[in-house]
């Protein structure tokens, strides 16, 4: 059935349109990705209510491919104007940076789109590998374990993402009772609805995702005039930048396999396995590197582990339902969106529709190095478009957007309020995206609660029985020691010291 299922995604990714929308969606992840303040969030927020029209195998890898191009394209501002694209092109600038000022823009550019398509092409072949054991592993998880997984990601993201547990508790805890507006789920009672029928299907998750991501960072690029006030001039070369990578493949496969093993742990995301393969290179090269000062080994280990984070990051999404960034949080919604429901079924039925998102994002990384390396020359035309353009498109595109949804005002309303929500949540340090996944997971873990309790007659220990659950006994360990885990060790160190 796997093979039969392969074969039939392998065709269906080949076909047209799904592989004309994937070639579309690189060429805009990457410019999009190349805009500081915009990135894969904020254009896959934008783009996903326009999905609506198409089928949804095409809608989906419209948005893995912006996700994809965008990884790559968050390295264009980096290295040109040291602002990056994308939060997980930040660790590109240390080096990234330096290159261009020394006169090898051409090469940092180069080596950015060599190693970010050459891993992300390895990893999505990797993924299509491992499709099997996957196979197995979700379909030995119920609606007790899937509540409980749901629980897990939120509580990951909050250390991961903010630092802060108590500041990301919050911020889920408040996107999983925006989630609750509308028709309870089990009941079909009205909850926080006011007596307006506008709220009875509660706030659509694309229309608070669109507000949280695209409109707050409009607000936030609304401060500067110019994404870059410098006139950028590219030397260097590119085939030495190629050959760059291919010059150090140990790091180039470390790097890749520290981005798709910290891409499948849920609440990671790009910026946390783009840091770590950077400090690993760091270290293991300390005694010949010029970290910081150009070292073309600090743009290959970042960007050679970007890629593969997507490829990994889509595991314990369309396996789980949990996403473990802002933008894999707006591919779920997407997932959603159209019918689609992470988990058993995907891996089932719908398999064939999976393995056409492998084989997408398989072929899209032989396309961003095309892509890449055409542009290359052309590249610092990108970061100088003006914001008096872009704002304005944006929040049209964000009001138009939501209102499509439902034709409901009060999505409209959503996307503003939630918006100005967001801008404040990151001045003031709360995590987003655990509040955007209180919102999006909501619903599906109110669901697997309740069918939990309706399985075992209300009896919560269907939730930590280690006999006949031991897989929910295991998660809800897990919940524990990470929410509760640094608060102990955080004891046992004053007792020791004291």
Same mark, same amino acid.
């Given at each position: 059935m796997a093979v039969d299922a392969f074969f039939e995604g392998l065709a269906l990714a080949a076909s047209w349109p799904v592989i004309g929308w994937m070639a579309l969606g690189l060429v805009l992840g990457i410019v999009l990705g190349a805009l500081p303040g915009i990135g894969s969030p904020v254009g896959m927020a934008l783009v996903l209510p326009l999905t609506l029209p198409l089928d949804a195998t095409s809608a989906i890898v419209l948005l893995v491919a912006i996700y994809s191009g965008a990884m790559f394209g968050g390295s264009i501002a980096a290295i040109l104007i040291n602002a990056p694209g994308t939060e997980s092109a930040a660790a590109t600038t240390l080096d990234g940076y330096p290159m261009a000022k020394n006169g090898l823009a051409k090469n940092a550019l180069a080596i950015a789109t060599t190693a970010s398509a050459l891993n992300g092409f390895l990893a999505a072949l990797a993924l299509i590998l491992l499709s099997p054991v996957l196979i197995e592993v979700v379909l030995a998880f119920g609606s007790p374990e899937y509540f409980l997984l749901a629980i897990l990601g939120i509580s990951l993201i909050t250390i991961v993402t903010q630092g802060s547990i108590v500041k990301g508790l919050v911020a889920g805890a408040l996107g999983f009772m925006i989630s609750t507006i509308g028709t309870a789920i089990l009941t079909a009672r009205p909850r926080y609805t006011?007596?307006?029928?506008?709220?009875?299907?509660?706030?659509?998750?694309?229309?608070?995702?669109?507000?949280?991501?695209?409109?707050?960072?409009?607000? +936030?690029?609304?401060? &500067?005039?110019?994404?870059?006030?410098?006139?950028?001039?590219?030397? =260097?070369?590119?085939?030495?930048?190629?050959?760059?990578?291919?010059?150090?493949? +140990?790091?180039?496969? &470390?790097?890749?396999?520290?981005?798709?093993?910290?891409?499948?742990?849920?609440?990671?995301?790009?910026?946390?396995?783009?840091?770590?393969?950077?400090? %690993? %290179?760091? !270290?293991?090269?300390?005694?010949?590197? !010029?970290?910081? %000062?150009?070292?073309? !080994?600090?743009?290959?280990?970042?960007?050679?582990?970007?890629?593969?984070?997507?490829?990994?990051?889509?595991?314990?999404?369309?396996?789980?339902?949990?996403?473990?960034?802002?933008?894999?949080?707006?591919?779920?919604?997407?997932?959603?969106?159209?019918?689609?429901?992470?988990?058993?079924?995907?891996?089932?039925?719908?398999?064939? $529709?999976?393995?056409?998102?492998?084989?997408?994002?398989?072929?899209?990384?032989?396309?961003?190095?095309?892509? =890449?390396?055409?542009? $290359?020359?052309?590249?610092?035309?990108?970061?100088?478009?003006?914001?008096?353009?872009?704002?304005p498109l944006v929040v049209v595109l964000s009001f138009a957007g939501a209102f499509t949804l439902n034709q409901n005002w009060f999505d409209v309303l959503a996307v503003l309020l939630l918006g100005v929500l967001g801008f404040y949540m990151v001045r003031y340090n709360y995590s987003v995206i655990a509040f955007v996944l209180g919102i999006v997971l909501g619903p599906i873990a109110e669901e697997n609660f309740f069918r939990s309790l309706q399985i075992s007659g209300g009896d919560y220990a269907i939730f930590v029985n280690p006999i006949d659950r031991p897989l929910s006994f295991l998660l809800s360990v897990t919940i524990f020691l990470v929410l509760f885990g640094p608060f102990i060790k955080a004891r046992f160190d004053r007792e020791r010291s004291g």
């Open positions: 006011f007596g307006q029928f506008g709220l009875y299907d509660g706030i659509d998750f694309v229309a608070a995702l669109i507000g949280m991501f695209a409109f707050a960072e409009m607000m +936030k690029l609304a401060a &500067k005039k110019q994404i870059s006030a410098e006139n950028i001039e590219l030397a =260097g070369s590119v085939r030495e930048g190629v050959m760059a990578v291919f010059n150090h493949p +140990k790091t180039t496969l &470390k790097s890749g396999l520290i981005g798709m093993g910290i891409g499948m742990v849920p609440g990671s995301g790009a910026t946390t396995s783009t840091f770590v393969a950077y400090a %690993e %290179e760091a !270290r293991s090269s300390a005694k010949d590197g !010029r970290f910081g %000062e150009g070292d073309p !080994r600090g743009v290959i280990a970042p960007e050679a582990a970007n890629n593969p984070t997507v490829s990994g990051s889509l595991i314990p999404t369309l396996s789980f339902g949990i996403p473990g960034s802002g933008s894999t949080a707006v591919l779920l919604g997407g997932i959603l969106m159209h019918g689609l429901q992470p988990g058993p079924v995907l891996f089932d039925e719908q398999l064939h $529709i999976t393995y056409a998102l492998f084989v997408s994002l398989f072929l899209g990384n032989v396309l961003i190095l095309a892509i =890449g390396l055409t542009v $290359i020359p052309y590249a610092s035309k990108i970061t100088e478009l003006d914001t008096n353009v872009i704002i």
